[in-house]
């Protein structure tokens, strides 16, 4: 007989709403009981557990070699930002004011400036940028930090919008504006591919509208993913600075003609907010379902008998285990105080791509018993083709499971003539419609519906004609929704 306290967790396990019924309440069950975060005694901050913090690795590894290739370098920089850097360009300034939170006193003492916690980087870089940079032979500047940041949300949810969150951030300075753009956009596909690659993930690339552009840039370019619920995230943007950044930090130059020039920027940033995109996008109600590439474990073994049996299992276990840990992220539960069908549930909820099963006739046949998480199949496998198999089906996971989402994205995706049309699907998924590109419009239908223009696509070509909102003749093509 199992002690009472397992077979409490045991219940507790099993107790994930459905998504179907209230998509925010399952969507914190999931990430408590995979044991990703907890509550910091602070509201509106969170601890990254082992588990989800390892996803976060992985991104961070993916990102990060990618951005080295393409010439970039890390750096760090501080936390703390006087006053007077932040309050140097207007917009990003007035941006940001909402979320800055202060730093007034130093021990005792009050602090002759205040000094902002970094909601973004870009003043206190572009005031070391003024420092380092004289000639153009000191460009381009490519510099990456891999940081935290603190923005004073007044609601929060663990990985989508958290008073403090990690990220990267990348900041460069070049000769042309042409060589700013083409850097904003670089980074913009490596974004992509990280996401769509590692994350299976789909994502709709486009650049924003005005009144959704970040403070300070001349254009943000963006990805939009849509989650489970029909809800947009942005998942990433890069951003073309033009010359306003270096203007406001003196962020000059000697050029080869012998005259002194003002940089052009870029910055662009992705963040722990793409762990919360995993999550919804992939999660079912058993609770997680990870890609492989990043799940912190890709097979999980689970020797299945009692008595003498379980021995003899428990030992060869162990023995395919080491084969497996070869090639890839593995883990044998042998815990005994457990049922196996506790230990089906237990890593089903935390999005272990694939379990191995094995019993004592699996081990009399030399063979194994493989279960997908993405579809529940099983299948039998010999012990000679299983590192071979492991590998096929790991790789059919990561692709069945973007397969899907991009799946659930199309099927929600739909053309409006009027915005009125998005209420007959609950405003939910995106909506393409065509725009005027007055913010009066944008302003209206975020205020009437909390609709969103999400991004201006890439690739959309030329509209004739009228915008959703205000039947006028339409300049863009917009992707609309409600957002997280």
Same mark, same amino acid.
């Given at each position: 007989?199992?002690?009472?306290?397992?077979?409490?967790?045991?219940?507790?396990?099993?107790?994930?709403?459905?998504?179907?019924?209230?998509?925010?309440?399952?969507?914190?069950?999931?990430?408590?009981?995979?044991?990703?975060?907890?509550?910091?005694?602070?509201?509106?901050?969170?601890?990254?557990?082992?588990?989800?913090?390892?996803?976060?690795?992985?991104?961070?590894?993916?990102?990060?070699?990618?951005?080295?290739?393409?010439?970039?370098?890390?750096?760090?920089?501080?936390?703390?930002?006087?006053?007077?850097?932040?309050?140097?360009?207007?917009?990003?300034?007035?941006?940001?004011?909402?979320?800055?939170?202060?730093?007034?006193?130093?021990?005792?003492?009050?602090?002759?400036?205040?000094?902002?916690?970094?909601?973004?980087?870009?003043?206190?870089?572009?005031?070391?940028?003024?420092?380092?940079?004289?000639?153009?032979?000191?460009?381009?500047?490519?510099?990456?930090?891999?940081?935290?940041?603190?923005?004073?949300?007044?609601?929060?949810?663990?990985?989508?919008?958290?008073?403090?969150?990690?990220?990267?951030?990348?900041?460069?300075?070049?000769?042309?504006?042409?060589?700013?753009?083409?850097?904003?956009?670089?980074?913009?596909?490596?974004?992509?591919?990280?996401?769509?690659?590692?994350?299976?993930?789909? +994502? @709709?690339?486009?650049?924003?509208?005005?009144? /959704? !552009?970040? %403070?300070?840039?001349?254009?943000?370019?963006? &990805? $939009? #993913?849509?989650?489970?619920?029909?809800?947009?995230?942005?998942?990433?943007?890069?951003?073309?600075?033009?010359?306003?950044?270096?203007?406001?930090?003196?962020?000059?130059?000697?050029?080869?003609?012998?005259?002194?020039?003002?940089?052009?920027?870029?910055?662009?940033?992705?963040?722990?907010?793409?762990?919360?995109?995993?999550?919804?996008?992939?999660?079912?109600?058993?609770?997680?379902?990870?890609?492989?590439?990043?799940?912190?474990?890709?097979? +999980? @073994?689970?020797?299945?008998?009692?008595?003498? /049996? !379980?021995? %003899?299992?428990?030992?060869?276990?162990?023995? &395919? $285990? #080491?084969?497996?840990?070869?090639?890839?992220?593995?883990?044998?539960?042998?815990?005994?105080?457990?049922?196996?069908?506790?230990?089906?549930?237990?890593?089903?909820?935390?999005?272990?791509?694939?379990?191995?099963?094995?019993?004592?006739?699996?081990?009399?046949?030399?063979?194994?018993?493989?279960?997908?998480?993405?579809?529940?199949?099983?299948?039998?496998?010999?012990?000679?083709?299983?590192?071979?198999?492991?590998?096929?089906?790991?790789?059919?996971?990561?692709?069945?499971?973007?397969?899907?989402?991009?799946?659930?994205?199309?099927?929600?995706?739909?053309?409006?003539?009027?915005?009125?049309?998005?209420?007959?699907?609950?405003?939910?998924?995106?909506?393409?419609?065509?725009?005027?590109?007055?913010?009066?419009?944008?302003?209206?239908?975020?205020?009437?519906?909390?609709?969103?223009?999400?991004?201006?696509?890439?690739?959309?070509?030329?509209?004739?004609?009228?915008?959703?909102?205000?039947?006028?003749?339409?300049?863009?093509?917009?992707?609309?929704?409600?957002?997280?």
């Amino acid at each position: 007989m199992q002690p009472r306290r397992f077979a409490w967790v045991e219940k507790v396990l099993k107790e994930i709403t459905p998504k179907s019924s209230d998509f925010s309440q399952w969507y914190v069950d999931v990430i408590r009981k995979a044991d990703m975060v907890d509550y910091a005694p602070m509201k509106g901050f969170m601890v990254m557990k082992p588990y989800s913090y390892r996803i976060w690795e992985f991104i961070q590894e993916q990102m990060d070699r990618r951005f080295k290739a393409t010439g970039h370098q890390n750096a760090y920089f501080p936390l703390l930002i006087p006053e007077h850097l932040l309050a140097q360009e207007e917009e990003h300034i007035e941006g940001f004011s909402a979320e800055v939170a202060w730093v007034t006193m130093g021990g005792n003492e009050q602090l002759a400036e205040r000094l902002a916690i970094r909601p973004t980087s870009e003043t206190i870089i572009g005031a070391m940028y003024a420092q380092w940079i004289h000639s153009y032979r000191d460009l381009p500047v490519l510099i990456n930090q891999w940081a935290n940041v603190l923005r004073w949300e007044k609601a929060t949810r663990p990985f989508l919008r958290t008073t403090e969150f990690l990220w990267q951030e990348g900041h460069t300075v070049h000769r042309t504006a042409d060589e700013a753009l083409a850097e904003t956009l670089q980074q913009l596909e490596i974004y992509r591919e990280v996401i769509e690659e590692y994350l299976a993930v789909p +994502v @709709i690339a486009g650049v924003k509208s005005a009144g /959704e !552009r970040f %403070a300070g840039a001349v254009d943000t370019y963006t &990805l $939009e #993913a849509l989650m489970g619920d029909g809800r947009a995230l942005q998942s990433a943007t890069s951003h073309f600075l033009g010359q306003h950044f270096s203007k406001a930090f003196q962020i000059q130059y000697l050029d080869e003609d012998g005259e002194l020039k003002y940089g052009w920027t870029s910055s662009w940033g992705s963040s722990t907010r793409l762990i919360g995109a995993v999550i919804m996008v992939h999660g079912d109600d058993k609770g997680l379902r990870l890609p492989p590439k990043i799940a912190p474990i890709q097979v +999980v @073994i689970v020797p299945i008998g009692k008595g003498a /049996e !379980r021995e %003899a299992v428990v030992a060869h276990a162990k023995a &395919l $285990e #080491a084969q497996l840990a070869n090639a890839f992220r593995v883990k044998l539960d042998d815990r005994d105080e457990f049922t196996p069908g506790y230990k089906f549930n237990d890593w089903e909820m935390r999005g272990v791509p694939l379990r191995v099963e094995l019993g004592p006739k699996d081990l009399a046949k030399q063979q194994v018993v493989l279960a997908r998480r993405d579809t529940g199949e099983k299948l039998s496998v010999s012990e000679s083709q299983l590192v071979e198999t492991v590998q096929h089906l790991l790789d059919a996971i990561q692709s069945e499971l973007f397969r899907q989402a991009l799946e659930f994205r199309e099927s929600h995706t739909m053309s409006v003539e009027s915005y009125q049309e998005m209420a007959q699907n609950g405003y939910r998924g995106f909506f393409r419609g065509d725009w005027c590109g007055s913010e009066t419009c944008a302003d209206h239908l975020k205020a009437e519906t909390g609709m969103t223009i999400r991004c201006l696509p890439f690739n959309e070509e030329p509209v004739t004609g009228h915008c959703i909102v205000c039947g006028q003749t339409s300049r863009y093509r917009a992707l609309f929704a409600r957002a997280y």
